[in-house]
């Protein structure tokens, strides 16, 4: 029995699906555009069920798991559906997305005191990436 933390790191673009239980991993997979399987062996609610919005094949037993790893490897249809859903899901979250990556950004800049959060940054004056100065405006 092999420890799951000494399989080696890879690249996400070498994946060819991802499995998660309870994790945000899941939203990293339909970000990546990776296959996701969604185990849940319990009654415990998942805060954003993927597998109703269509981007994630669930596995509610350890018995179906090898079964449904197949299906969404193989099976074209099932592929073509989880494609979609996740092309859906990142269009509807894009600018959930863009608004967490810029409340984040104000709060490391208010924490470190380059910007207060009330003049904080925005799309406009903000663009990962840029070298210049948030004090340039």
Do not use: M, W
């Not at 994630?56 to 079964?67: M, R």
């Not at 092309?87 to 470190?112: G, M, T, W």
């Amino acid at each position: 029995h092999r420890d799951l933390h000494s399989f080696p790191t890879r690249r996400s673009s070498d994946l060819d699906l991802v499995i998660t239980l309870h994790s945000t991993v899941g939203l990293e997979a339909i970000i990546l555009d990776k296959p996701l399987v969604l185990i849940n062996l319990d009654e415990k609610k998942d805060l954003v069920d993927y597998a109703k919005r269509g981007v994630a094949q669930l596995v509610e037993s350890l018995e179906s798991l090898p079964e449904a790893i197949d299906r969404i490897l193989h099976d074209k249809d099932l592929q073509l559906k989880y494609n979609k859903g996740r092309e859906v899901y990142r269009k509807e979250s894009q600018f959930h997305l863009k608004d967490s990556s810029l409340k984040c950004a104000n709060l490391i800049a208010n924490l470190s005191g380059i910007v207060g959060y009330n003049n904080g940054l925005s799309n406009d004056n903000f663009k990962l990436g840029q070298s210049r100065s948030l004090h340039e405006g």
